[in-house]
């Protein structure tokens, strides 16, 4: 999908390609984005080093797709502390939108596709 359109010629540029899109027959219910940095512990950064351009672009996402779940996915490491999992859950200022950051833990590579599958169910929950 791309974002921007040429209102004469109609040429489109910006071409969007999200990781993972998550659909209920036509509708996307989740767009998630794999990052594959380090977050940063809480109690060292309260944004954990995500990034504003990560954040802008997942809104971005959320109004292309017209999504309102977002998940940028992240490696877990030992320094978060915490099991893998959801990290955190942010509202989309004036949306119902929302942003949710977690964590997978590649050293378990088999169980990869259910820990995705338990992050996806918890963003889909409404909180």
């Not at 942010?90 to 929302?98: G, K, P």
């Not at 050293?107 to 990869?112: A, H, L, N, Q």
Request: charged share 25%.
């Amino acid at each position: 999908m791309y974002c921007l359109e040429d209102p004469e010629s109609g040429t489109q540029k910006f071409s969007t390609k999200p990781d993972i899109l998550v659909k209920r027959g036509n509708e996307t219910t989740i767009v998630v984005d794999t990052k594959w940095k380090r977050l940063a512990p809480v109690i060292d950064d309260p944004k954990q080093g995500v990034s504003q351009a990560d954040i802008y672009q997942m809104m971005a996402y959320g109004r292309l797709y017209r999504c309102a779940r977002l998940l940028l996915l992240y490696p877990h490491h030992a320094q978060l502390g915490a099991e893998p999992g959801l990290c955190s859950r942010h509202r989309i200022v004036n949306s119902s939108d929302e942003l949710f950051v977690g964590t997978i833990d590649l050293m378990k590579i088999r169980t990869v596709p259910d820990q995705l599958g338990v992050l996806t169910l918890q963003c889909s929950i409404k909180g």
